[in-house]
């Protein structure tokens, strides 16, 4: 039920959106004066890594991020290009969100059921850490704070998650991140 829910709504959203997907695309394209879109491995659903795609915010060369670029990526519309990893099932629109190599693919014992997951759009510690780069930004050594202190409590509700999952659960999340997307700035 799971994959069909995923299937339908990401159908139905990127008929939606492929009219703003276009202009942000070629808005992006602009603005980083390359390709609109980032690509990226990331580890999915049983460790399989697999490329996430996303809109293209910072300029590759200068490392500068226009002010749109900071809306988009402030309100996590550089997201929405995800949608096409939902539809084709490399995602789910609730799940512990994809991490780059080195992180989830090294995870032992039971932490290692996340990996049973299919990556998501949205969880509760995607939520939780709505601003990860903003809390890193203030942190004297961010990377041993992220390994230290967020991965860990990233983990830990990935896992519940993992333990009390279904459709509830998962229609409970999305209008959570509905509505703390239109509270949270």
């Not at 890594?49 to 226009?66: E, G």
């Not at 709505?130 to 896992?159: G, S, T």
Request: proline share 5%; aromatic share 16%.
């Amino acid at each position: 039920m799971k994959r069909l829910f995923d299937l339908i709504l990401s159908l139905l959203l990127l008929l939606f959106f492929i009219p703003s997907l276009f202009f942000i695309w070629i808005v992006q394209s602009v603005n980083t004066n390359s390709n609109g879109f980032f690509l990226q491995k990331r580890i999915g659903q049983y460790g399989k890594k697999f490329v996430i795609l996303k809109f293209r915010t910072i300029h590759p060369k200068t490392s500068k991020i226009s002010r749109f670029s900071a809306v988009l990526r402030k309100y996590k519309i550089d997201e929405l290009p995800q949608l096409f990893n939902v539809l084709i099932g490399q995602m789910s629109f609730v799940g512990p969100r994809p991490d780059i190599p080195g992180y989830y693919d090294l995870l032992e014992g039971e932490n290692r059921k996340i990996l049973e997951l299919k990556p998501g759009l949205t969880s509760e510690a995607s939520l939780l850490f709505f601003n990860e780069e903003r809390i890193l930004a203030n942190i004297e050594n961010p990377l041993e704070y992220n390994d230290n202190v967020i991965f860990p409590q990233k983990v830990a509700l990935n896992l519940k998650y993992y333990n009390e999952r279904g459709f509830f659960v998962d229609l409970c999340l999305i209008f959570k991140t509905i509505s703390f997307l239109f509270t949270k700035r």
